[in-house]
């Protein structure tokens, strides 16, 4: 555990807020051949544990209905079974990579090496249409988005535990399951990149929207200024604001080698948990640089208590150059050092 959450602000002042540390999920492989037909009734799947009921985004509410999640791999694919209760399960956007989430959906987030750079979003709602897409980084930094990249031989199907788009009778929800290819993240082609006993920072999302009917037909509802109301946004490791493009803040999905029925066990590396403490500092820079027009020169302008991870006090340097800056952390576990740039870029020197 991190010996304190910090909410940092931008003039220095440090509150503890709740802590919102990333859930974990141990992904074990199986050898059995998953049909992708949105029923999840393989053996591996019976044996597969579920993940704990999606939270509200922000972490303090308890969603209206339940979503959980499943998960299995073997040599080529990455699994997912999500389970979602609807009493209405609708949808009507048809065109693949159309904007989903203006319809109820369900969301992967994947960033594969935990940099927070170069990750993957897919959208998927109760008619199986696909949104796909690549970002360089978070919105925060402009990324660019590839929305005409795709998951070159992803598989998923839906089933409904009732009916789609009827409105005469109640639903008790809908099922999706996917298989999402290793080789379609690779980065070149001699990457070898099917995590075996490591980790990738994951995160799951689902939009739910109040709904209108217009002669049997569901629509988005509208206030009294013809204005669509907010979403909710209900997800697996809560974010702890209304927003997604945080992948610092993902969950931990370890897959380990071991057959599905068997036993394994996965900590967090503590030098994940000071990476933690680095975004939160990246977070505070930039909210000092929109009051005060500059960035801070000094940690001390940015948090006022020690920083400290299972134990261990950090010693972060911030260094201004001429266009941003860098933060750096020695690891006192590893060695390494951790380094954050102005523009949310991770790296380490060994």
Known sequence: ??????????????????????????????SESISIDGKGSEVSWDKAEWTDLFIDIEGD????????????WDDEYYYILA??????VWADLKQRDTIIFYNNDFEVFIDPDSDAYNYYELEINALN?????????????????LNDWDINGLKSAVTVQGSLNNSSDIDEGWT??????????????FHKNVPVDSFWRVNFSRVNWQHDLNNGKYSRKKDEDDKFLPEYNWVWSPMGVINMH???????????????????????PQDEKIKWEMFSLYRAQKSYRNKKKVWAS???QLVDKDITVDGKVLKPVLENHSTG????????????????KENGEFSEIK
């Open 1 to 30: 555990m991190v010996g304190t959450a910090w909410c940092f602000c931008a003039l220095g002042c440090a509150q503890p807020k709740q802590d919102l540390e990333p859930r974990q999920y141990i992904a074990y492989k199986t």
């Open 61 to 72: 509410k308890k969603p209206k209905y339940d979503t959980k999640v499943k998960m299995l």
């Open 83 to 88: 389970k979602m209760e609807e009493p209405h």
């Open 129 to 145: 249409t696909v949104w796909d897409l690549f970002l360089t980084k978070p919105y925060r930094d402009n990324p660019k988005i």
């Open 176 to 189: 999706l399951e996917i298989a999402i290819p290793f080789a379609a993240y690779k980065t070149s082609y």
């Open 246 to 268: 945080e992948p610092e803040k993902w969950g931990y999905v370890y897959f380990s080698s071991k057959e599905i029925g068997g036993k394994d066990a996965f900590e967090i």
């Open 298 to 300: 000094s940690i001390s």
């Open 325 to 340: 800056y860098n933060i750096s952390v020695k690891s006192p576990f590893s060695n390494k050092t951790l380094i954050i």
